[in-house]
Protein backbone atom coordinates (compact mmCIF):
# COMPACT_ATOMS: atom_id res chain seq x y z
CA UNK A 1 0.00 0.00 0.00
CA UNK A 2 1.32 3.33 -1.18
CA UNK A 3 2.50 5.29 1.75
CA UNK A 4 1.75 9.84 1.97
CA UNK A 5 4.55 11.80 2.15
CA UNK A 6 3.29 14.98 3.51
CA UNK A 7 5.97 16.80 3.11
CA UNK A 8 6.33 16.13 -0.78
CA UNK A 9 2.97 15.77 -1.19
CA UNK A 10 3.11 12.39 -3.07
CA UNK A 11 2.10 9.09 -2.78
CA UNK A 12 5.09 6.82 -2.13
CA UNK A 13 5.10 3.45 -3.68
CA UNK A 14 5.50 0.85 -1.28
CA UNK A 15 7.80 -1.17 -3.09
CA UNK A 16 10.43 0.42 -5.76
CA UNK A 17 12.61 -1.57 -7.63
CA UNK A 18 15.31 -0.23 -10.12
CA UNK A 19 17.45 -1.37 -13.27
CA UNK A 20 20.66 0.27 -12.40
CA UNK A 21 21.62 0.62 -15.92
CA UNK A 22 24.63 2.81 -17.70
CA UNK A 23 27.55 2.62 -15.33
CA UNK A 24 30.05 1.94 -18.16
CA UNK A 25 28.72 5.06 -20.35
CA UNK A 26 28.87 7.09 -17.56
CA UNK A 27 32.52 6.04 -17.12
CA UNK A 28 33.25 6.24 -20.65
CA UNK A 29 32.10 9.90 -21.09
CA UNK A 30 34.85 10.63 -18.42
CA UNK A 31 37.23 8.71 -20.35
CA UNK A 32 37.56 6.77 -17.48
CA UNK A 33 37.18 2.65 -17.51
CA UNK A 34 34.00 1.12 -17.12
CA UNK A 35 35.27 -0.41 -13.99
CA UNK A 36 35.34 3.29 -12.27
CA UNK A 37 31.88 3.32 -13.18
CA UNK A 38 30.53 0.46 -11.52
CA UNK A 39 32.66 1.62 -8.61
CA UNK A 40 30.94 5.06 -8.21
CA UNK A 41 27.52 3.02 -8.92
CA UNK A 42 27.48 0.55 -6.49
CA UNK A 43 28.15 4.31 -3.88
CA UNK A 44 24.81 5.38 -5.39
CA UNK A 45 23.19 2.30 -4.23
CA UNK A 46 24.46 2.81 -0.43
CA UNK A 47 23.52 6.45 -0.90
CA UNK A 48 19.65 5.69 -2.24
CA UNK A 49 19.15 3.22 0.95
CA UNK A 50 19.00 6.31 2.69
CA UNK A 51 16.82 8.36 0.50
CA UNK A 52 14.16 6.08 -0.21
CA UNK A 53 13.93 5.17 3.36
CA UNK A 54 13.52 8.84 4.40
CA UNK A 55 10.68 9.24 1.30
CA UNK A 56 8.46 6.25 3.11
CA UNK A 57 9.32 2.98 0.36
CA UNK A 58 9.11 0.17 2.48
CA UNK A 59 10.76 -2.18 -0.48
CA UNK A 60 13.75 -1.82 -2.61
CA UNK A 61 14.98 -4.29 -4.85
CA UNK A 62 18.10 -3.34 -7.09
CA UNK A 63 19.30 -5.73 -10.23
CA UNK A 64 23.00 -5.95 -9.31
CA UNK A 65 24.38 -8.68 -11.47
CA UNK A 66 22.06 -10.94 -14.32
CA UNK A 67 22.60 -14.56 -15.12
CA UNK A 68 23.43 -12.77 -18.96
CA UNK A 69 25.85 -10.94 -17.42
CA UNK A 70 28.24 -13.71 -17.65
CA UNK A 71 29.02 -12.75 -21.17
CA UNK A 72 30.48 -10.07 -20.37
CA UNK A 73 34.89 -10.25 -20.62
CA UNK A 74 36.39 -11.80 -17.86
CA UNK A 75 38.54 -9.01 -16.85
CA UNK A 76 34.96 -6.95 -16.44
CA UNK A 77 33.15 -10.06 -14.49
CA UNK A 78 36.01 -10.51 -11.99
CA UNK A 79 35.31 -6.29 -11.32
CA UNK A 80 31.62 -7.03 -10.94
CA UNK A 81 32.50 -9.42 -8.16
CA UNK A 82 35.41 -7.93 -6.90
CA UNK A 83 32.71 -5.17 -6.09
CA UNK A 84 30.32 -7.60 -4.57
CA UNK A 85 32.47 -9.40 -2.44
CA UNK A 86 33.67 -5.73 -0.67
CA UNK A 87 29.54 -4.58 -0.92
CA UNK A 88 28.23 -7.02 0.76
CA UNK A 89 30.69 -7.08 3.71
CA UNK A 90 30.46 -3.55 4.19
CA UNK A 91 26.88 -3.84 3.70
CA UNK A 92 26.34 -6.08 7.31
CA UNK A 93 27.58 -3.22 9.63
CA UNK A 94 25.47 -0.44 7.43
CA UNK A 95 22.39 -2.18 7.31
CA UNK A 96 22.77 -2.98 10.90
CA UNK A 97 23.25 0.56 11.98
CA UNK A 98 20.36 1.46 10.04
CA UNK A 99 17.74 -1.25 10.71
CA UNK A 100 17.74 -2.62 7.46
CA UNK A 101 16.63 -6.03 6.14
CA UNK A 102 19.12 -7.42 3.61
CA UNK A 103 17.79 -10.58 0.86
CA UNK A 104 19.55 -11.85 -2.06
CA UNK A 105 17.58 -13.68 -4.95
CA UNK A 106 19.06 -15.25 -7.81
CA UNK A 107 20.34 -18.31 -8.53
CA UNK A 108 23.97 -19.20 -6.06
CA UNK A 109 25.06 -22.44 -8.09
CA UNK A 110 27.58 -20.63 -10.25
CA UNK A 111 28.85 -17.46 -7.56
CA UNK A 112 32.03 -18.64 -5.32
CA UNK A 113 32.17 -19.65 -2.25
CA UNK A 114 32.98 -17.25 -0.37
CA UNK A 115 30.80 -14.53 -2.07
CA UNK A 116 27.62 -17.51 -1.09
CA UNK A 117 28.48 -17.34 2.66
CA UNK A 118 28.66 -13.44 2.72
CA UNK A 119 25.27 -13.63 1.09
CA UNK A 120 23.64 -16.35 3.76
CA UNK A 121 26.20 -14.02 6.57
CA UNK A 122 24.35 -11.04 5.29
CA UNK A 123 20.93 -12.67 5.29
CA UNK A 124 21.35 -13.93 8.89
CA UNK A 125 22.68 -11.17 10.46
CA UNK A 126 19.80 -8.37 9.19
CA UNK A 127 16.74 -10.97 9.37
CA UNK A 128 15.07 -9.37 12.59
CA UNK A 129 15.62 -6.03 11.31
CA UNK A 130 12.05 -4.02 10.87
CA UNK A 131 13.51 -1.50 8.89
CA UNK A 132 13.59 -0.73 5.13
CA UNK A 133 13.52 -3.95 2.91
CA UNK A 134 16.42 -4.04 0.60
CA UNK A 135 17.12 -6.84 -2.17
CA UNK A 136 19.38 -7.50 -4.12
CA UNK A 137 19.02 -9.74 -7.49
CA UNK A 138 22.47 -11.63 -8.02
CA UNK A 139 23.21 -13.70 -11.04
CA UNK A 140 19.03 -13.45 -11.16
CA UNK A 141 17.21 -14.18 -14.40
CA UNK A 142 13.57 -13.90 -14.58
CA UNK A 143 12.82 -16.86 -17.17
CA UNK A 144 15.44 -18.67 -14.68
CA UNK A 145 13.74 -18.44 -11.70
CA UNK A 146 10.35 -19.09 -13.24
CA UNK A 147 12.09 -22.12 -14.56
CA UNK A 148 12.94 -23.36 -10.89
CA UNK A 149 9.65 -22.13 -9.67
CA UNK A 150 8.04 -24.90 -12.02
CA UNK A 151 10.80 -27.28 -10.80
CA UNK A 152 9.97 -27.03 -7.28
CA UNK A 153 6.10 -27.57 -8.38
CA UNK A 154 6.78 -30.51 -10.68
CA UNK A 155 8.36 -32.21 -7.55
CA UNK A 156 5.65 -31.64 -5.53
CA UNK A 157 3.20 -33.12 -7.69
CA UNK A 158 5.62 -36.05 -8.63
CA UNK A 159 5.60 -37.12 -4.82
CA UNK A 160 2.28 -36.63 -4.54
CA UNK A 161 2.36 -33.13 -2.07
CA UNK A 162 0.01 -31.87 -4.53
CA UNK A 163 -2.49 -32.03 -7.41
CA UNK A 164 -1.92 -30.30 -11.01
CA UNK A 165 -5.49 -28.94 -10.81
CA UNK A 166 -4.72 -27.32 -7.56
CA UNK A 167 -1.94 -25.26 -8.72
CA UNK A 168 -2.90 -21.30 -8.85
CA UNK A 169 -1.27 -18.37 -9.25
CA UNK A 170 -0.29 -18.20 -5.53
CA UNK A 171 1.36 -21.73 -6.09
CA UNK A 172 3.71 -20.14 -8.30
CA UNK A 173 4.40 -16.71 -6.59
CA UNK A 174 5.07 -18.57 -3.45
CA UNK A 175 7.25 -20.69 -5.37
CA UNK A 176 10.07 -17.84 -6.64
CA UNK A 177 12.67 -16.15 -5.23
CA UNK A 178 10.06 -13.03 -4.22
CA UNK A 179 7.94 -15.28 -1.89
CA UNK A 180 8.48 -13.09 1.11
CA UNK A 181 8.16 -9.90 -0.77
CA UNK A 182 4.78 -7.65 -2.44
CA UNK A 183 5.01 -6.65 -5.81
CA UNK A 184 6.64 -4.11 -7.22
CA UNK A 185 4.63 -1.14 -7.63
CA UNK A 186 6.73 0.84 -9.16
CA UNK A 187 9.87 -0.02 -11.95
CA UNK A 188 12.93 2.26 -12.82
CA UNK A 189 14.95 1.78 -15.42
CA UNK A 190 17.74 4.47 -16.10
CA UNK A 191 20.53 5.26 -19.22
CA UNK A 192 17.20 5.50 -21.52
CA UNK A 193 17.05 1.60 -21.95
CA UNK A 194 13.16 0.59 -22.21
CA UNK A 195 13.01 -2.99 -21.67
CA UNK A 196 13.51 -5.18 -18.72
CA UNK A 197 16.12 -7.21 -19.45
CA UNK A 198 14.56 -10.44 -18.27
CA UNK A 199 14.21 -8.57 -14.57
CA UNK A 200 11.14 -10.02 -12.56
CA UNK A 201 8.71 -10.40 -15.32
CA UNK A 202 5.79 -12.42 -12.98
CA UNK A 203 6.48 -9.71 -10.35
CA UNK A 204 6.19 -6.82 -12.77
CA UNK A 205 2.64 -7.61 -14.09
CA UNK A 206 0.81 -4.43 -13.32
CA UNK A 207 3.78 -2.62 -11.75
CA UNK A 208 4.22 1.13 -13.21
CA UNK A 209 7.25 1.49 -15.27
CA UNK A 210 9.35 4.64 -15.19
CA UNK A 211 11.97 5.58 -17.62
CA UNK A 212 14.94 8.01 -17.68
CA UNK A 213 17.86 9.24 -19.83
CA UNK A 214 19.68 9.66 -16.47
CA UNK A 215 22.22 7.71 -15.94
CA UNK A 216 22.65 5.84 -12.70
CA UNK A 217 25.65 7.13 -11.25
CA UNK A 218 23.93 10.65 -11.65
CA UNK A 219 20.52 8.98 -9.90
CA UNK A 220 19.71 11.13 -7.03
CA UNK A 221 17.11 12.31 -4.88
CA UNK A 222 15.73 14.96 -7.21
CA UNK A 223 15.81 11.77 -9.84
CA UNK A 224 13.77 9.87 -7.81
CA UNK A 225 11.22 12.60 -6.88
CA UNK A 226 10.69 12.99 -10.16
CA UNK A 227 9.82 9.37 -10.64
CA UNK A 228 7.57 9.30 -7.99
CA UNK A 229 5.75 12.66 -9.73
CA UNK A 230 5.43 10.77 -12.56
CA UNK A 231 3.65 7.74 -10.48
CA UNK A 232 1.52 9.95 -9.09
CA UNK A 233 -0.10 10.90 -12.14
CA UNK A 234 -0.95 6.94 -13.04
CA UNK A 235 -3.78 5.49 -12.19
CA UNK A 236 -3.50 1.94 -11.00
CA UNK A 237 -6.38 -0.19 -12.39
CA UNK A 238 -5.04 -3.63 -11.97
CA UNK A 239 -7.14 -4.65 -14.57
CA UNK A 240 -10.46 -2.99 -13.72
CA UNK A 241 -12.13 0.17 -15.26
CA UNK A 242 -12.40 3.54 -14.11
CA UNK A 243 -15.95 4.59 -11.99
CA UNK A 244 -17.44 7.09 -14.41
CA UNK A 245 -16.60 4.56 -17.66
CA UNK A 246 -18.32 1.52 -15.70
Given at each position: ?29 R ?18 L ?39 K ?11 R ?29 G ?27 Q ?23 D???L????G ?9 W??A ?32 F??V ?5
Amino acid sequence: MDNFNEELGLKIPAHVAVILDGNGRWAKKRFMPRTYGHKVGSQVVEDMLSIVDETGVKYFTVYAFSTENWKRSQEEVSMLMGILRRYLKDCVKKSMKNNVRCRVIGRREELSPDIVESINNLEEKTKNNTGLNFTIAINYGGRDEITRAVKKIAKKVEQGEMRAEDITEQTISECLDTWELPDPDLLIRTSGEERLSNYLPWQLAYTEFYFTDTLWPDFNREELIKAFEKYNRRERRFGGVKEENK
